[in-house]
């Protein structure tokens, strides 16, 4: 019995087709959500002119400058702080928690959260039940993201994995992210360029980056990419990175790396998959990345069901497409792109 309008994915090996079904849709109803008063601790700043450090002088400062008696009457100076009374569910102090406590270990910040949240339920079993709850939503949630982003990568030819800096003398935090927004939705719009990406902060001195892997068509490349030669402060070695003029003149600093084969294209992957895991950041996706391509399968293309219940379907490497009883051709990339796609 052949399958009509089924969902196909490309997992890395091999396709795999998801046959379409129907089931009575219903409105999906929202759990209610209790409003609790959160009380927090927040510093006021002080309306005297605090004394400047050594960093805000612009003379160094020297022992001689400095009398017993300026030193005696300069007491120490502690910021008063202030009850602040918030409005917010269970879940957003939850959200709020567990962001500020991203970088710790999984087990360290469960036992955080379940501190801060106990005064808002009756018993501690029932602040851990519900802390549980909330940990598995957010495992459930990186799992489906990070399909999602595997499923989008499978179905394009990237050849390109680029990191933006910015220079402090163009821009800011905020106009680097603004500017390089707008500059890639235009190469989109215009050059058919492709991209997934992430932003990021380095360890060391928080300055703000984005990693993305491009699909940037022939022609359709700015500026003119060059050699130079480079030190890497992390491996400590001299380096050659490829550099484009047009971004450097405009950003600061840009690295295109080539992605020659599959193996290439999972590091990049891997290393984009680091963020979303452990620093909970979003993906960036550019339009025209979708997660399935539509199509009608054959008996003859299935090697087996498999997945939960048999729900899925695996096909040969060289199965045809159909799309509403029109044979398009054996799957390839260029039939690929006359299908309807879906995500």
Same mark, same amino acid.
């Not at 009380?39 to 605090?50: I, M, N, R």
């Not at 902060?201 to 928080?206: G, H």
């Not at 003119?224 to 992390?234: A, T, W």
């Given at each position: 019995m052949p399958y009509g309008e089924t969902k196909v994915y490309f997992d890395g090996s091999h396709y795999i087709a998801i046959p379409h079904t129907t089931r009575p849709s219903r409105p999906r109803r929202q759990p209610f959500e209790e409003v609790i008063t959160v009380v927090e601790d927040e510093k006021t700043p002080t309306t005297e002119e605090s004394t400047p450090s050594i960093e805000d002088v612009p003379i160094p400062l020297s022992e001689d400058n400095v009398t017993d008696d300026s030193v005696m009457s300069e007491p120490e100076k502690t910021v008063p702080s202030v009850k602040v009374e918030k409005k917010m569910t269970k879940k957003?102090?939850?959200?709020?928690?567990?962001?500020?406590?991203?970088?710790?270990?999984?087990?360290?910040?469960? /036992?955080?959260? =379940?501190?801060?949240?106990?005064? #808002? +339920?009756?018993?501690?079993?029932?602040?851990? *039940?519900?802390?549980? @709850?909330?940990?598995?939503?957010?495992?459930?949630?990186?799992?489906?993201?990070?399909?999602?982003?595997?499923?989008?990568?499978?179905?394009?030819?990237?050849?390109?994995?680029?990191?933006?800096?910015?220079?402090?003398?163009?821009?800011?935090?905020?106009?680097?992210?603004?500017k390089l927004k707008s500059c890639l939705r235009?190469?989109?719009?215009?050059?058919?360029?492709?991209?997934?990406?992430?932003?990021?902060?380095?360890?060391?001195?928080?300055?703000?980056?984005?990693?993305?892997?491009?699909?940037?068509?022939?022609?359709?490349?700015?500026?003119?990419?060059?050699?130079?030669?480079?030190?890497?402060?992390?491996?400590? /070695?001299?380096? =050659?990175?490829?550099?484009?003029? #047009? +971004?450097?003149?405009?950003?600061?600093?840009? *690295?295109?790396?080539? @992605?020659?084969?599959?193996?290439?294209?999972?590091?990049?992957?891997?290393?984009?998959?680091?963020?979303?895991?452990?620093?909970?950041?979003?993906?960036?996706?550019?339009?025209?990345?979708?997660?399935?391509f539509i199509s009608d399968i054959m008996d003859d293309d299935i090697i087996c069901p498999i997945g939960l219940e048999d729900k899925k379907l695996l096909l040969f490497d060289d199965f045809l497409c159909w799309d509403e009883g029109v044979l398009i051709g054996k799957v390839s990339p260029e039939t690929i792109r006359e299908l309807r796609k879906s995500n």
């Amino acid at each position: 019995m052949p399958y009509g309008e089924t969902k196909v994915y490309f997992d890395g090996s091999h396709y795999i087709a998801i046959p379409h079904t129907t089931r009575p849709s219903r409105p999906r109803r929202q759990p209610f959500e209790e409003v609790i008063t959160v009380v927090e601790d927040e510093k006021t700043p002080t309306t005297e002119e605090s004394t400047p450090s050594i960093e805000d002088v612009p003379i160094p400062l020297s022992e001689d400058n400095v009398t017993d008696d300026s030193v005696m009457s300069e007491p120490e100076k502690t910021v008063p702080s202030v009850k602040v009374e918030k409005k917010m569910t269970k879940k957003e102090l939850f959200n709020q928690l567990y962001k500020e406590n991203i970088n710790l270990t999984k087990a360290q910040r469960r /036992k955080i959260i =379940i501190q801060a949240m106990r005064p #808002y +339920f009756h018993t501690e079993q029932a602040t851990v *039940d519900y802390v549980n @709850i909330q940990m598995e939503r957010k495992y459930r949630n990186i799992v489906s993201r990070r399909i999602r982003l595997l499923r989008k990568v499978n179905l394009q030819h990237f050849n390109y994995f680029v990191t933006f800096t910015y220079d402090g003398k163009l821009h800011t935090e905020d106009s680097f992210r603004k500017k390089l927004k707008s500059c890639l939705r235009n190469m989109c719009n215009r050059k058919s360029w492709k991209y997934v990406g992430v932003w990021e902060r380095s360890p060391e001195k928080k300055r703000l980056h984005f990693h993305g892997l491009f699909h940037i068509p022939d022609g359709a490349m700015p500026g003119i990419l060059f050699e130079k030669n480079d030190y890497n402060l992390n491996t400590h /070695k001299r380096q =050659i990175t490829v550099q484009n003029s #047009y +971004f450097n003149e405009k950003f600061g600093r840009s *690295d295109f790396e080539s @992605i020659d084969d599959r193996n290439s294209l999972g590091d990049a992957v891997a290393y984009i998959l680091k963020y979303i895991e452990k620093t909970g950041e979003k993906i960036v996706y550019s339009k025209g990345l979708p997660q399935f391509f539509i199509s009608d399968i054959m008996d003859d293309d299935i090697i087996c069901p498999i997945g939960l219940e048999d729900k899925k379907l695996l096909l040969f490497d060289d199965f045809l497409c159909w799309d509403e009883g029109v044979l398009i051709g054996k799957v390839s990339p260029e039939t690929i792109r006359e299908l309807r796609k879906s995500n």
